[in-house]
């Protein structure tokens, strides 16, 4: 430990005060902020690591912070690892779609730890990143879709529409039209679902 004194002239004369009369470094540390960070969005959520000095990764805690790229830091969201490893994850649900994100990172030593203590660092240099939007779907597989749930009733309306048809009609026996018309109508209904060509 250290003793810690200022000494100066005051209204002419000599004067020492002690500041602090037992100083120990080790319990006033102010750490650099953390390098390198880095993010890696995926569909899920987004990944962001940054990088510290490799013998202080176990006795260090951290604070990231993040927001719209557009606003200012007082709106920021903020977050703490679960762990001492240089990393942390933020699910794709937290995140607005296409939507640029800001992020930064500070750290000091972890709370639990007894030989160090330390005041936060200033904040790391930042990382951007986006969500892709939620793809659409085209409007060719909106049709099909379409065509899908209509099938089943619309087959059976126009099924009803050439039994009653043949059953009024004079002009041909019912058991030669029926077959003929409901052949000709599941053509037309493959050939629009894309079945057939």
Not at 89 to 107: N, W
Request: glycine letters at 4%; aromatic letters at 14%; charged letters at 15%.
């Amino acid at each position: 430990g250290y003793r810690v004194s200022l000494q100066g002239n005051f209204f002419g004369r000599n004067h020492t005060y002690i500041t602090f009369p037992e100083y120990n470094p080790r319990k006033h540390i102010k750490l650099d902020p953390p390098l390198n960070i880095q993010s890696n969005v995926t569909a899920s959520k987004c990944q962001i690591w940054w990088s510290v000095p490799w013998y202080l990764v176990d006795i260090l805690q951290y604070e990231l912070q993040y927001k719209e790229h557009s606003v200012s830091w007082e709106t920021a969201l903020n977050k703490t690892p679960p762990s001492s490893l240089p990393q942390i994850e933020i699910e794709a649900t937290e995140l607005r779609s296409d939507i640029a994100y800001i992020a930064r990172v500070r750290c000091k030593v972890s709370e639990n730890e007894d030989s160090y203590h330390s005041q936060w660092s200033e904040w790391s240099q930042t990382t951007l990143f986006q969500r892709a939007g939620v793809p659409k779907l085209s409007e060719n597989i909106l049709n099909t879709r379409t065509m899908q749930f209509l099938f089943i009733p619309l087959t059976f309306g126009i099924l009803l529409y050439l039994f009653w048809n043949c059953k009024l009609s004079q002009k041909a026996s019912p058991a030669l039209t029926f077959p003929r018309q409901l052949l000709s109508f599941s053509h037309s209904i493959l050939c629009t679902m894309g079945i057939l060509r």
